[in-house]
């Protein structure tokens, strides 16, 4: 139900920095994901990952694991965040390395808080919270027994089609709550998305410079299913089902992969298809006690089993028909006449072979019906029968014939000719069904041998008739398991009223990874899908052919299988997380004028790493990395050509092995984490026109379990795990006054946010992974650095007109702005800067000042208004908003380029000499600075949304959203291009490609709900 006011706060119970939202205003904003969630909000906005969509949050300065979610008191999956991880994987897309979301249609309310707030959240909430609770039965039946409700919607940005289906009942002591949700659409349409005149020109826009979004099929579904059970008015059973999943299917056209580093080999555009998923699966069981005894009104004891899984599978092959591995120039086909099955050319015609006497050795070549010469895209000199055999699962061979060709019959004798042969049909080990056609033997030579055999063959183009398909399947699991026990009392003491809440949790949770990586066929075309090989075992010459059904035809020289599994592994030890809480809170009113806010948290988080032998880590990633093997031990090389004197430690070996487990235990060392959260507040309300509050808070973030034990050895990039690592840690100190009258109010906040032991991945220096080896690999390690701090304002305002006049009871203003300024400091040079700038201090001294200056926060959001004018009728039948957003210009110097050192001009060590590196180009300019290379431009956005209720049961709602057809990009879109990596990319030196991360141009939205 949209109708009437979805504001209303009560100004005594709102917490300094806290935004609630109910279900009725996400309704009436016709809200579908997280970025409409905050999409009227200041100081708030999701993080953009591109074609896996928004991951968590940014909030004063930080994002994604440092802003805590929570659906129905359980954290959501956090990402792997380390910042190693990013540099080796984030950036080519082969993991789904989000946190995941929610069903908008499923939430009650959100609560969003502005500063550090672990006291809800626990670790994690540094820059704040979004706090989700579900919908329950008792929110529909108020006044009655039953509910009914169906939702058709539609949004022109994706085209996406919403279905949501609401059942809620009670009889006698049940009740139960269904909600079931399907989302269909596809990617969001960026402005001046119809670009390419036509299919064909979108689908060749490969690349980079790409400027439309990458093809997505999108497709959610949700079911929440919530039974409870009263006996009586003191005691309550539940059962909860939180059930969804989101995929994503399609191309990444804009995908640029290059197979090496060398800039020698040829990039590759386009080539990958992918399938992505987000499941979530949350089961819980809860009781309630009504009862008022000395130490509680309420208590609820619950448990809570959740799996989240991210899934990202990538499919990387040439897709397209002018392929080289699919090549048919000549556009043979296979047809089945009267039983007999023929290969034909393009024009349904047969071949022939016509002898060629223009040189002094005549010579047969292949023409078609048309008498074209054809032999250059046709294979004449392979694919002899013995060496084919043809798949009967997919044709059916009995009793059928082939039409082959026929260039020597078994006397040696020229035919070129083709001839009809029957195929006789043989079983394989598996069962299956397969077809051959025998070469003819002859007479024995008189010199002994091999009886003679005819020379004939099947003509097939030149071409594999496949693609390799090199196939990432990726997952990141989450699961959680909970036992929660809160409990509340109101009590008076003296002269004063409190409201107190306390209880405890226990949480374990598991985080793994699981990598599939394999090869198979894609792009099939009828010579490899018909057809496989028949080759001696082991490739010799003069034995019997067997059949190789994983082998192609054109493979069956060197046995290159179609489908080829290296098994699955992990580049991340399974972790499984104990965090154990207790929290206390009371809310105090010491005079009519004077409260108190007092709240204390305890965690006790305990990581347990554990290795699982069925899905490894690499065993090269573990050896040495502690514990080095020694000088006499022959480890890399050719385990054939060991020098005289040392001890063979090559791979398998159980010299190899030791050294592996030895560094293992080393690696699965424990850790723990202990931290003390508090928020304190006074609230203060000298007048019935004027409240001013002060609040003082502080969270944490326990590192994740990948920032303390994820290892990597590459003789380019190594990074070395970190068991002390401390906790990252922020303060929040706030002020705000309000005032109010009735349900108008303005609210202006000050606050300031410190942060501190940001976690960051250090430079550590070169060492060998041999004793006394000169071979080097560079180490890299996560490590507590830097600080940050961050200050601004913020000013939440609504009007409602009827307050002032009585005439213009309906009307209301709002008014919501942020401005916020940040910095993360460090103590003193960070070491990834010292070679640089030993090296360029000659020539470039100003990069000195870059390096050493305070580091802008690109997590900032830009300056940001947002106005609302409304009106909703006394009749409460129909109702309009129009919201206009105002964002300020990211500031060059506000922003941070991190990849500024391998982009000006410089000098570089290249091997034992050093070499002058021009400075790359970033559209169209030289990259001079670290300032980001791509922000947004001031813009206004205006929103117009309107309800209508003709009758009770029936409410339509329609909005035009970009009203103006502005054409613009959000800071976090910006922010989320990058310059190295595979995905996410634009032509630097020229922005071409840019367009693609513009926002949708004017859109429209609608919906209609029948409700009972």
Not at 16 to 25: N, R
Not at 414 to 440: A, M
Not at 526 to 548: H, V
């Amino acid at each position: 139900n949209v109708s009437g006011s979805t504001e209303t706060i009560n100004v005594k119970e709102k917490k300094v920095g806290e935004t609630q939202i109910s279900a009725k205003k996400l309704a009436k904003q016709q809200a579908s994901d997280s970025r409409d969630l905050v999409r009227y909000e200041t100081g708030i906005t999701v993080v953009e990952t591109g074609r896996t969509g928004a991951s968590g949050y940014a909030v004063r300065g930080v994002d994604e694991n440092r802003v805590g979610i929570m659906v129905d008191g359980l954290r959501q999956a956090e990402t792997l965040s380390s910042q190693g991880f990013k540099e080796l994987f984030e950036g080519y897309g082969n993991f789904n390395n989000t946190r995941n979301s929610i069903e908008i249609e499923n939430v009650k309310t959100a609560t969003i808080t502005k500063g550090a707030d672990s006291l809800k959240s626990g670790s994690g909430a540094l820059g704040g919270s979004v706090i989700f609770e579900t919908k329950d039965a008792r929110d529909y039946l108020i006044d009655k027994d039953y509910y009914l409700s169906y939702k058709r919607g539609y949004q022109t940005m994706n085209n996406q089609n919403l279905k949501t289906l609401t059942l809620a009942g009670r009889s006698k002591k049940f009740d139960i709550l269904i909600i079931d949700t399907t989302r269909d659409g596809h990617e969001i349409e960026n402005y001046d998305y119809k670009i390419y005149p036509n299919k064909q020109a979108d689908l060749s826009a490969v690349g980079p410079t790409r400027e439309k979004a990458d093809p997505y099929q999108i497709t959610r579904q949700s079911t929440l299913i919530k039974l409870g059970f009263q006996p009586n008015e003191n005691h309550r059973l539940s059962v909860a089902l939180d059930d969804s999943i989101l995929e994503t299917k399609g191309m990444d056209l804009s995908y640029v992969f290059r197979p090496c580093k060398d800039k020698a080999c040829s990039e590759t555009f386009g080539e990958r298809i992918i399938n992505d998923q987000s499941k979530r699966k949350n089961i819980q069981f809860s009781y309630e006690n009504f009862s008022q005894t000395p130490f509680w009104d309420h208590i609820k004891l619950s448990y809570s089993s959740q799996k989240i899984t991210n899934k990202a599978r990538s499919d990387e092959y040439c897709h397209q028909s002018t392929c080289a591995g699919v090549r048919n120039p000549q556009g043979l086909n296979l047809v089945e006449e009267g039983g007999v099955y023929k290969i034909k050319d393009k024009y349904n015609g047969d071949f022939e072979y016509v002898e060629d006497k223009s040189s002094y050795y005549p010579s047969y070549e292949l023409h078609n019906s048309k008498n074209e010469k054809i032999s250059s895209g046709v294979n004449t000199e392979g694919n002899p029968l013995d060496s084919v055999l043809i798949n009967c699962e997919k044709l059916n061979c009995e009793g059928k014939k082939f039409r082959i060709y026929q260039e020597y019959d078994e006397k040696y004798s020229k035919k070129y000719t083709y001839e009809d042969r029957k195929i006789e049909v043989g079983t394989l080990p598996n069962g299956k069904k397969y077809g051959k056609i025998p070469l003819r033997k002859g007479d024995v030579p008189s010199w002994g041998g091999p009886p003679q055999e005819e020379t004939a063959r099947f003509l097939f183009p030149r071409s594999y008739g496949y693609s390799t398909d090199f196939v990432n399947d990726r997952d990141l699991n989450t699961n959680t398991q909970q036992i929660k026990l809160d409990l509340d009392k109101e009590f008076h003491l003296w002269h004063t009223q409190h409201q107190l809440k306390y209880g405890g949790l226990y949480e374990k949770t598991l985080k793994s990874m699981v990598n599939h990586q394999y090869n198979t066929a894609a792009n099939v075309q009828w010579w490899a899908d018909y057809f496989f090989c028949a080759r001696q075992e082991g490739g010799n010459l003069g034995g019997e052919k067997k059949p190789q059904p994983n082998v192609s035809v054109a493979g069956c020289a060197n046995r290159t299988p179609l489908h080829s599994d290296i098994g699955k592994d992990t580049y991340l030890i399974p972790v499984t997380t104990k965090n154990n809480v207790l929290y206390f809170g009371d809310n105090v009113q010491l005079t009519s004028w004077l409260g108190l806010d007092l709240n204390y948290r305890y965690d006790h988080v305990k990581y347990l790493p554990s290795y699982d032998k069925n899905i490894p880590v690499p065993n090269g990633l573990i050896t040495g990395l502690f514990k080095k093997f020694k000088p006499e031990e022959y480890v890399y090389g050719n385990k054939n050509l060991i020098p005289q004197g040392y001890k063979n430690c090559t791979y398998g070996t159980d010299c190899y092995q030791k050294n592996f487990e030895e560094n293992l235990a080393l690696l699965l060392r424990k850790t723990d984490y202990k931290h003390h959260s508090y928020n304190l507040g006074l609230n203060l309300d000298p007048t019935d026109w004027l409240r001013v509050q002060l609040k003082y808070a502080n969270g944490f973030r326990a590192p994740t379990s990948d920032e303390i034990y994820m290892t990597f050895k590459h003789p380019q990039f190594s990074i070395q795990p970190n068991t002390d690592l401390k906790a990252e840690t922020s303060k929040t100190k706030e002020v705000a006054f309000t005032f109010y009258k009735n349900s108008s109010y303005i609210t202006l906040n000050a606050f300031q946010n410190d942060y501190r032991n940001f976690i960051d991945l250090v430079e550590v220096g070169e060492r060998p992974i041999e004793e006394g080896s000169t071979i080097k690999y560079p180490f890299h390690q996560n490590q507590n650095r830097d600080r940050a701090r961050v200050r601004g304002i913020e000013i939440a305002s609504r009007l409602e007109m009827g307050d002032l006049f009585e005439k213009l009871q309906g009307f209301h203003l709002g008014y919501k702005f942020t401005y916020q300024k940040g910095r993360i400091k460090d103590n003193g040079l960070h070491p990834k800067y010292k070679e640089f700038l030993e090296l360029n201090k000659d020539e470039h001294p100003e990069y000195e000042a870059i390096a050493r200056k305070p580091q802008p926060m690109n997590a900032l959001q830009p300056t940001t208004s947002v106005y609302n004018i409304g009106y909703d009728a006394p009749s409460q039948k129909w109702g309009v908003d129009m919201y206009i957003t105002n964002v300020a210009a990211k500031k060059a110097k506000d922003s941070f380029n991190s990849q500024w050192t391998s982009m000006v001009a410089r000098k570089e060590k290249q091997y034992t000499d050093e070499e002058n590196i021009k400075a790359s180009k970033a559209n169209g300019k030289d990259v001079k600075d670290s300032r980001g290379l791509w922000r947004n431009n001031r813009y206004t956005v205006i929103d117009t949304i309107a309800y209508w209720k003709p009758i009770k049961n029936l409410t339509f709602t329609a909005g035009v959203y970009n009203l103006t057809n502005k054409k613009y990009l959000t800071w976090d879109s910006a922010r989320s291009i990058r310059h190295l990596g595979t995905i996410n990319r634009v032509q630097t030196e020229t922005g071409k490609g840019l367009n693609r991360f513009y926002a949708p141009g004017r859109n429209y939205r609608m919906s209609v709900q029948f409700e009972f």
